[in-house]
């Protein structure tokens, strides 16, 4: 268990080792959906590794995205959605292959009882994701679309530690919840002017993009 990502989230070896014990270990494609909109939560998703977007989809079909899970992470949606029984109000979409491991919603609610180690990770991420929303708003309120697909395609970067993005302008639209053509424009003239080069559904950042 040296290498283990739970080992580095959590300090209590006890807790570590009832996570692994009542958790179900998944394996997912990239495009997998593991939790969609309006579903029931039955348990809550730990990424173990690879990358989770979650996504929220508006009445017109368009969707935006609200925030990544990485490796270590789960999903604060969840936690909140399962403790109060309701149906999700989000979808979890797999970024990049992932192994998920899924916690039984009772044991969610003893190891808050028994572990201040997992009270204090619900805390941080709630805290995170706070931020993350935070920014999302401040974003569609005061940004111009191109500075919006600079700041994802930095985050995508950041995230992979890549500077060779796989993606497809659909698969952006549908993040920034813009259309498809809107971020074609864009990305062209950000061709043009040097800082990327566009492939076939990838995309090579040429210099840094700042945020």
């Known amino acids: 268990m040296q290498n283990d990502i739970l080992c580095s989230e959590f300090s209590s070896p006890d807790l570590v080792e009832k996570l692994h014990r009542f958790g179900v270990l998944k394996n997912y494609r990239e495009g997998d959906i593991i939790l969609d909109e309006n ?10 590794k ?8 508006e009445e017109d079909g368009r969707e ?8 270590g992470e789960s999903c604060i949606m969840s936690f ?8 999700s109000i989000v979808k979890a979409e797999v970024e990049e292959d992932s192994e998920v491991l899924f916690l039984p919603l009772d ?5 808050i009882k028994e572990h201040p180690d997992w009270l204090d990770y619900i805390f941080r991420l709630y805290h995170k994701r706070f931020e993350e929303l935070l920014d999302i708003i401040n974003a569609i309120a005061f940004k111009k679309v191109d500075q919006r697909l600079l700041n994802l395609l930095h985050k995508k970067s950041e995230l992979t530690g890549s500077d060779t993005i796989q993606t497809t302008h659909e698969q952006l639209a549908n993040e920034l919840g ?4 809107v971020v074609s424009r ?4 950000l061709e043009e002017e040097g800082k990327l080069k ?5 995309i090579l950042l040429l210099k840094t993009l700042n945020p």
């Open 39 to 48: 579903a029931s939560i039955r348990s809550i998703p730990i990424v173990m």
């Open 50 to 57: 690879g990358m989770i977007k979650v996504i929220r989809t």
């Open 64 to 71: 935006i995205l609200l925030y990544y899970i990485k490796a």
């Open 80 to 87: 909140l959605g399962g403790m109060h029984n309701e149906k």
């Open 107 to 111: 044991k969610v609610s003893l190891f």
């Open 178 to 181: 813009t259309a498809r053509v």
């Open 186 to 189: 864009l990305l062209k003239q």
């Open 198 to 202: 566009l492939g076939r559904n990838k």
